[in-house]
């Protein structure tokens, strides 16, 4: 079970120095969730989308994903890392990511 949740969400990492660092937020939300509320600066790339949107993401970037509970989110970095991406976050919900910010 352990093993199950450290694959979806990730190993735990220090958001909040990641962003100080100067990771990359990519929302995963809908575009129409997103218009509704997001944090500044991050990216909408929806998970339906991100594996036609790969290009746009720096491989070298640290990549927080965030959607609205979490789920997405851990979908998002299973996608990233199955394509070669290292450095990836399961931030969870947008909104408790703003607490870092």
Not at 13 to 36: C, H
Not at 75 to 94: D, F, M, P
Request: glycine share 8%; aromatic share 8%; charged share 25%.
């Amino acid at each position: 079970m352990f093993e199950f949740l450290k694959n979806f969400f990730g190993e735990k990492a220090d958001i909040q120095e990641l962003i100080m660092n100067g990771a990359i937020i990519v929302d995963v939300r809908t575009k129409a969730e997103f218009q509704n509320g997001h944090i500044k600066n991050s990216i909408n790339i929806p998970l339906d989308k991100l594996p036609q949107n790969l290009k746009k993401l720096n491989r070298e970037r640290t990549i927080i994903t965030c959607c609205e509970s979490g789920s997405r989110s851990g979908a998002a970095r299973r996608i990233l890392k199955s394509q070669g991406y290292e450095n990836v976050h399961n931030g969870g919900s947008w909104r408790g990511l703003r607490k870092f910010l």
